[in-house]
């Protein structure tokens, strides 16, 4: 079974640009959750979608925005960019609603720098 | 505000030793609890959970201990391996999302 698939992998862009992340989750996962990953930060949830509805949101401004499509491929959109949006995105689906009492599986993530 | 921490950044140990991880959590409501691995490039994997109605979870070289009243838990992994220097993140959940510390990276020494 193929894993959960993110692109682009690297990504530079300038301040004030929006940016498109996509993420192919797992064969017959139906929730997708998007992560930031900074130094010294650990994981930050961003949101959760789940059959094409946004179910939970982080502590992230509206700039941050995602979707979820029928067949589960979900985007994550960031508008208007600045320096501190520079970090590894990274995806993760399951089978289930939510985290709860179902680990979550990774992709390798996409590496945004903004200059 | 973090839920979830790790507070040794960094953890080095000799190749067959125990290798120990801490993590303290806050929220009261997290009820089930995953350590996850993370080399370089590479997205995090599943190490090993633990429910809060259980104390200890073991598979293989892993053990996880969990302390409720102490709102603490621990990785124990033995013995050590090469393959095992990571970043190992710990991660609590609360039926909604997953919340995880900053990470401990781990460093074996031959």
């Known amino acids: 079974k193929a894993g959960v698939t993110q692109t682009p992998r690297y990504l530079i862009k300038t301040r004030g640009q929006q940016v498109t992340l996509s993420c192919s989750p797992i064969?017959?996962?139906?929730?997708v959750s998007w992560y930031q990953q900074t130094p010294g930060q650990g994981l930050q949830f961003l949101f959760e979608y789940f059959s094409e509805t946004q179910r939970n949101k982080g502590n992230f401004p509206g700039r941050f925005s995602g979707r979820q499509f029928s067949n589960s491929r979900s985007e994550m959109n960031v508008s208007t960019l600045e320096l501190g949006d520079s970090a590894l995105y990274l995806c993760a689906s399951s089978p289930g609603q939510g985290a709860y009492n179902s680990p979550l599986h990774f992709g390798n993530g996409t590496r945004l720098t903004v200059t | 505000d973090q839920q979830v921490k790790q507070n040794s950044p960094s953890l080095s140990v000799q190749e067959g030793r125990i290798s120990i991880l801490n993590c303290d959590y806050t929220?009261?409501?997290?009820?089930?609890f995953l350590w996850y691995k993370k080399y370089p490039a590479e997205g995090p994997t599943f190490l090993i959970s633990?429910?809060?109605?259980?104390d200890k979870n073991e598979d293989g070289r892993f053990t996880v201990f969990l302390n409720k009243s102490a709102k603490h838990l621990s990785l124990h992994i033995v013995p050590s391996q090469p393959g095992d220097s990571a970043v190992y993140f710990c991660a609590a959940s609360d039926r909604y999302k997953l919340s995880f510390g900053a990470g401990t990276t781990v460093t074996v020494r031959a």
């Open positions: 929220n009261s409501m997290f009820d089930y």
């Open positions: 633990i429910s809060s109605i259980k």
């Open positions: 064969s017959g996962h139906r929730s």
